[in-house]
């Protein structure tokens, strides 16, 4: 079973990626948070460093697209090739968030079949890349998804990403293990597991089920919580107090002198506290008064002190 990492908007860029591959080893495979075509500029000068081989030398990450318009996606793909050299692309109909779903992308597409099949024979038939495609079971309901597998399956896709759950639920809720499990039997696609492993034992439990036709089990929100869950579970320690504080200080540094002025780089850190914190309350290693503060700090010298103070206590 190989592990990959989710996608995280905001989160697991190459900064962050390259931190966890350097201090704790990385998964499988990564991939990138989505970006979208868009009619007057294809790709940013922020996305470009996210995407330029020299910030993805050691963590080569699938790039994933978020789109229903089949021209911008072969235009998008055909640059990403030529320019960078990617040779497989991700395609998203997860994203559950409203502004994504109302423009019927992201889960949104899963709520229109013909829309759905119609981008999926454009595309297909003129890629000449590796396409995968990251799904939730449905929009509303899960009974969705059987229509939605006959549609995956009419295509030869790198691999079927799924994460059962509908987009209506967001995270709220338990994985519907029936349908993805409805998935392994009747999926002419490869697949790879998506939602709440966020622990070995978690991991390991899901392994324990057997599920037919599954190659890779990919974790977001756990490694979040746990750096080192990916080494974790391929048999190695858990983190120490001394690679986290040089996780965090690699990922600090390289925020700021990727942005200016302090405020997005306390932004960016307190979101990966936001995850951390809380899952280090709940295994007791900490004082949940230190978590509120360093949420609260305002200034990035005030947070260094707290995040300090964290990391002494964690043994
Ligand atoms: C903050 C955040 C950002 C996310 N960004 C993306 C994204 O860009 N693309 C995507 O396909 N899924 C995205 N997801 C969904 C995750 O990739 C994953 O499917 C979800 O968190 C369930 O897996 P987990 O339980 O292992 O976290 C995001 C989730 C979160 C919480």
């Not at 869950?229 to 690699?250: D, H, M, P, Q, W």
Request: hydrophobic share 35%; proline share 4%; charged share 30%.
């Amino acid at each position: 079973m190989k592990l990959y990492q989710a996608p995280l908007e905001g989160i697991t860029g190459y900064i962050y990626r390259n931190a966890l591959f350097k201090v704790f080893g990385g998964p499988d495979k990564y991939f990138m948070p989505f970006i979208s075509p868009y009619e007057k500029r294809i790709i940013t000068e922020k996305e470009i460093k996210q995407l330029c081989p020299e910030n993805n030398r050691d963590t080569k990450a699938i790039p994933q697209i978020l789109t229903t318009d089949s021209k911008g996606f072969t235009e998008l793909t055909d640059r990403l090739n030529s320019e960078y050299g990617y040779e497989e692309f991700n395609i998203n109909f997860g994203c559950p968030s409203g502004t994504v779903v109302s423009k019927g992308r992201g889960a949104g597409t899963l709520a229109d079949t013909d829309l759905l099949e119609r981008f999926l024979d454009e595309i297909m038939s003129r890629s000449r890349y590796k396409i995968s495609v990251k799904t939730r079971i449905g929009l509303h309901n899960k009974n969705e998804f059987q229509a939605i597998l006959a549609i995956y399956n009419k295509y030869s896709l790198e691999e079927l990403i799924v994460h059962p759950r509908i987009g209506d639920e967001k995270y709220k809720g338990l994985p519907h293990m029936d349908v993805y499990r409805e998935a392994c039997n009747n999926s002419k696609n490869l697949l790879v597991y998506n939602g709440d492993i966020d622990t070995k034992e978690a991991y390991e439990s899901f392994v324990t089920e057997n599920y037919p036709n599954t190659i890779a089990v990919m974790i977001g929100r756990g490694m979040l919580k746990d750096p080192a869950v990916f080494r974790e579970i391929k048999g190695g320690n858990g983190y120490s107090a001394e690679e986290l504080k040089e996780f965090l200080t690699i990922i600090r540094e390289a925020y700021t002198s990727d942005f200016s002025g302090e405020t997005p780089v306390l932004q960016k850190m307190k979101e990966i506290w936001s995850y951390m914190g809380p899952a280090l309350i709940e295994k007791g290693e900490i004082d949940p008064r230190l978590v509120k503060n360093i949420i609260k700090s305002k200034k990035i010298s005030e947070y260094k002190i707290y995040e300090k103070e964290i990391i002494r206590e964690i043994v």
